[in-house]
């Protein structure tokens, strides 16, 4: 076994990797960005060591600085983690080459795997089972056009170097096909410097099933199925374990399958194989075909862990040090059921835009397993990707691992960033999820009931004004008149609602005032009551905002009554930027006229791509922003004239 090891990642990842080290002995080196200083991995190891600036491509990307590093320090084997050099085969020839141990599998196996279209030729030789579709090496527009006319619509357009929905488009009408494949090649192009693309039939009503499989080099095993249906925009957004209404005779021959593809390839270490599932019969042996290969561990492998008992991260350190599988087939068996919940720093209102922001409270139940990156107190990067972290649950029965993932939704509590708190735990009570009637579309089918923003009670802005103005943190005495109450002034928005508050000490109670409706307040037993009744949530003031925290989470923005707030932005025909991000694009100049919906801009952030719009009518009067540009959020970009 080795003695130290290097992990090439940073965020909940590398403290997961950590744990797992620690727990057997062995030491870890971090390495980080200048933005990454203060994380919670570079805490954690037992030594860290920073590799460049706060671009990926400045630090994590830098592979000979990762090995450099790794040199310097005495570690034996480097542990990729996932994102950044997991799946880059070139990394893993380098790392060998400097006489140190790659901990996952093979380049030769990575490179079979990491083209889809040279997968599924490959999977096709092997007896797995692929999706109709094209694979070609004609990347003309008119040639993949004609293509998706013949496998016929809908279809989807994929990187073939792509993975986590980068690269990939949905498309129903031929029509909107050339813009698709031009916004799909250019995202690839960023994510993954290579344009090429395949095109494949869409499965109606189509389930996402994966197979956790290990591989020593000559033997593989699989470690049963996961069920990743519950997407939006092709990213993962609660995984669970096992899949709903899964067959012994199903699960069989999707494990044998697996396995085919892992042993094909010589694969060792932890990999997953996606398959895409026709789930609009119900789960039929004839009705799964593979979708491409993940030779990494998975963002979700905890729910396998979960049902398992096996410490997969672990067994990868085992594997990659000489053993042989630490177990066989037969040894394996299913404990219940396991969900995965991601928390993401994003607006789910303004479209799940990724959000960023210092975590001034954060606080998650403790009967549940929390993976993590981040600290109370840390801050969201807009350089890398905005998870929090994954809630864990696990249950004897489907029925009650939900209910505990609910519970730990609600008990979770997030201040200084929004998040899609809110959204997972619309999803945890939806009747088909709970029923497990789950397809890929289940998202974009409910979005809007899943998002709809709740009535906010009286109570809940009563507890924001008391939490804003700081009754009951002080003294027995604070807020005490001697004559007439004293009324603090606590202005509160909730998008462009506001509210017109005020708070005072009235005898032995506060007294609440709400667009000029009067409460009573009082603590009993660590809790608030409002006008005699229990109120249902916490709250928590920071700097610029008040949450509340319960069966749903409301954030309050404070407002100082003295600011004055000048009027712009969209009224003004000023295009902002949404968040800090790269100009990738911009595609008018002064003086265009533009329609309403136009595209004027795409920003770039956090590794996705974000198309900016015309908000009304107009013509173009100043474009502030050139491609390649790095803009911080509400940046003026484009200015439209005046109406």
């Known amino acids: 076994m080795f003695s130290k090891i290097l992990i090439a990642n940073r965020g909940e990842i590398a403290c997961r990797v950590i744990q797992s080290a620690r727990s057997m002995g062995v030491r870890t080196v971090a390495v980080y960005s200048e933005a990454d200083a203060h994380a919670r991995h570079v805490a954690l190891a037992d030594e860290a060591i920073l590799i460049g600036g706060p671009r990926p491509a400045d630090s994590y990307l830098k592979g000979d600085r990762i090995i450099q590093a790794a040199l310097e320090t005495g570690a034996q084997a480097i542990h990729p983690g996932y994102g950044f050099l997991s799946e880059n085969p070139d990394f893993v020839e380098a790392v060998t080459a400097a ?48 293509a998706a006319k013949d496998i016929g619509y809908p279809v989807l357009i994929k990187a073939v170097a792509g993975g986590g929905g980068k690269g990939m488009r949905l498309v129903e009408d031929p029509r909107k096909f050339a813009e698709a494949l031009a916004s799909a090649q250019g995202e690839a192009a960023t994510a993954f410097g290579n344009a ?66 892992a042993e094909a390839i010589g694969y060792s270490g932890a990999g997953t194989v996606e398959f895409i599932v026709d789930g609009s019969k119900g789960l039929r042996t004839d009705g799964f075909w593979f979708m491409e290969m993940n030779t990494r561990l998975q963002v979700e492998h905890p729910v396998t862990e979960a049902i398992t008992g096996v410490d997969l991260v672990a067994w990868q350190l085992r594997v990659a040090a000489g053993e042989s599988l630490p177990a066989r087939q037969e040894d394996l068996t299913i404990n219940g059921h396991a969900f995965e919940a991601r928390l993401y720093a994003e607006d789910v209102p303004a479209g799940f835009l990724p959000a960023t922001g210092t975590l001034d409270h954060l606080v998650f139940p403790d009967f549940a397993r929390i993976d993590s990156g981040v600290r109370q107190g840390d801050t969201i990067s807009p350089w890398y990707d905005p998870m929090i972290a994954k809630l864990i649950t696990h249950g004897p029965t489907r029925a009650i691992a939900l209910a505990r993932l609910q519970a730990a939704l609600e008990g979770t509590q997030v201040a200084g960033s929004v998040t899609n708190l809110d959204f997972l735990g619309a999803l945890t009570r939806h009747a088909g999820f709970k029923a497990g009637d789950v397809d890929t579309d289940l998202i974009g089918r409910d979005l809007d009931r899943l998002t709809v923003q709740p009535e906010v009670s009286q109570s809940a802005v009563a507890l924001a004004a008391l939490a804003a103005s700081g009754a009951g943190q002080g003294t027995e005495l604070a807020g005490f008149s001697l004559w007439s109450p004293v009324w603090q002034s606590v202005p509160l928005s909730l998008g462009e609602t506001a509210y017109d508050c005020a708070v005072a000490r009235v005898d032995d109670r506060w007294g609440v005032r709400i667009d000029g409706t009067e409460l009573s307040a009082e603590q009993r037993a660590g809790a608030w009551w409002i006008d005699g009744k229990r109120a249902d949530g916490v709250a928590i003031s920071t700097r610029a905002r ?24 969209a009224g003004a025909g000023v295009v902002l930027a949404p968040m800090p991000g790269l100009v990738k694009s911009v595609f008018v100049k002064a003086g265009d006229v533009v ?49």
């Open 546 to 569: 008040v949450s509340v925290f319960g069966a749903t989470t409301v954030h309050f923005a404070r407002h100082d009554p003295l600011d004055v707030v000048a009027d712009g932005g």
């Open 196 to 261: 090429h693309v395949l095109i494949e039939k869409y499965i109606q009503k189509p389930r996402h099933i994966e197979v956790q499989v290990f591989g020593d080099g000559t033997h593989a095993l699989h470690l049963f199925e996961r069920d990743c249906s519950l997407q939006r925009r092709h990213q993962k957004v609660i995984e669970e374990a096992p899949a709903p209404g899964m067959t012994a005779e199903m699960r069989a021959a999707m494990g044998q399958a697996a396995v085919k593809a």
């Open 99 to 146: 006489g140190l141990t790659f901990i996952g599998p093979s380049a030769t196996a990575i490179r079979a795997m990491g083209l889809k279209d040279a997968a599924k030729a490959l999977m096709q030789e092997a007896g797995v089972p692929v999706v109709p579709g094209y694979m070609g090496e004609n990347q003309d527009p008119e040639h993949l056009a004609k």
């Open 595 to 643: 329609e309403k919906g136009a595209r004027l801009a795409v920003l770039e952030a956090m590794k996705m791509e974000h198309t900016l719009t015309a908000g009304r009518d107009g013509t173009v009067a100043d474009v502030y922003a050139k491609a390649g540009d790095q803009v911080e959020a509400g940046s003026a970009l484009i200015v439209l004239e005046e109406e």
